[in-house]
């Protein structure tokens, strides 16, 4: 018999892979062109050119036990040191390799830093719409997850909520931005405001609370929008990054940890998320890739492609009645439901072949979340099927 623990994690299965596999699904029976399959953050545009040279060229040239083998739990240092000075480079920052943890992804990094920090019954704090698996990932290491309700209205977060619900065993905050699975950007006096807050409940309560910036989408804005670097608000930020989305390498599972010097208990708090690394049985963030990546920290995903299947797709739902927010960022639309059941919603649009994802998975029904990050044929033909859609509802 399992543990009750996972009983309850089973039957509550991400709705995203369960979406995914139903699109897999539907593809062969009536063929992947003949499925609007936007479910999955999986990204279309292909990886760079540069990192599959930089693979091959590690591959044939370099000793393949330092290629494949262990190496510190914490990633290779010149790898480390690298993208310490690239992130310098872009903000202004002053990390080393001593502040840099790799990862497996962003998701292994955000497991990582809450397994370090949290004691059974503390309490991690998300804004919705947030990414589902925050849950478990707070779960997992016996912590409680505080949500703050959603402003619907614009989708930054409700400071105000916010305030009222940091209590002295608040342990960590975690957001995200752009944001999954809205596409907004929280701006810089959103980021001021909250780090104010923190600041002064920080001094109120005498504790440390930790701010969680979770950023696989950073590279991922159009017309300039500003992402402002945590950081430099706030002294207690660790930032989660990873190049599933900036590289197009999801399965990859890449990311690193920045932990800046000034955090509190930083000595302690950066050697026990690399033994958290290794005990939840990471060990190290892939050799390769880290190699390979350290090679390619100057290249960039092609934000036209995203940005013209973004434009393209909310024109063209917003000319059939639906209404959504504009996304400044990431690959996601996040579309009000004509009905208040998002999840009866999304099963009618699954008879047009179109797979959404409900809002009720992110801790906001009455949406839909929208992966955009197909081929732009795909976005183009599944108009149609929308407009039957949109007739169904009577906009």
Known sequence: MISRRMQKMVAANSVIRAMF???????????????YDFSLGNPNVPAPEALKKAALKILSEDDPVKVHGYMPNAGFPT???????????????????????????????LNVALKALLNPGDEVIAFAPFFGEYRN???????????V????????????????????????????????????VYSEETVKRLAAILDEKQKEFGTSIYLISDEPYREL????????????????????????????????????????????????????????????????????MQLAVAECLEEKTDIAYYARNRETLYTGLTKLGFKLVKPEGAFYLFMKTPV?????????????????????????????????????????????????LSKQYGL
């Open 21 to 35: 596999e139903e699109g897999l699904k539907l593809a062969r029976e009536y063929g992947k062109e003949n499925v």
């Open 79 to 109: 790898v480390r040191e690298k993208i310490a000075l690239s992130i310098n480079k872009r903000f202004g920052t002053g990390f080393t390799s001593a502040n840099i943890l790799m990862t497996v992804g962003a998701a292994g990094g």
């Open 137 to 147: 990932y707070v779960a997992n290491f016996d912590g409680e997850l505080v949500v």
């Open 149 to 184: 309700p959603p402003n619907t209205e614009t989708f930054q977060p409700d400071l105000r909520s916010f305030k009222e619900l940091i209590h002295p065993q608040t342990k960590a905050v975690i957001v995200n931005s752009p944001n999954n699975p809205t596409g907004v």
């Open 221 to 288: 804005v159009y017309e300039d929008a500003f992402v402002p670097y945590l950081t430099k608000y706030y002294r207690n930020t660790l930032v989660g990054y990873s190049y599933s989305k900036s590289l197009s390498i999801p399965g990859e599972r890449l990311g690193y940890v920045v932990v800046p010097g000034e955090v509190d208990d930083f000595e302690q708090l950066f050697q026990a998320m690399t033994v958290a690394n290794r005990i939840l049985g990471f060990v190290n963030a892939p050799s390769l």
């Open 340 to 388: 208040e059941d998002d999840s009866a919603f999304a099963q009618a649009a699954k008879k047009f072949n179109i797979l959404l994802v409900p809002g009720s998975a992110f801790a906001c029904p009455g949406f839909v979340r929208i992966a955009y990050c197909v081929s732009y044929e795909t976005i183009v033909n599944s108009l149609p099927k929308f407009a039957e």
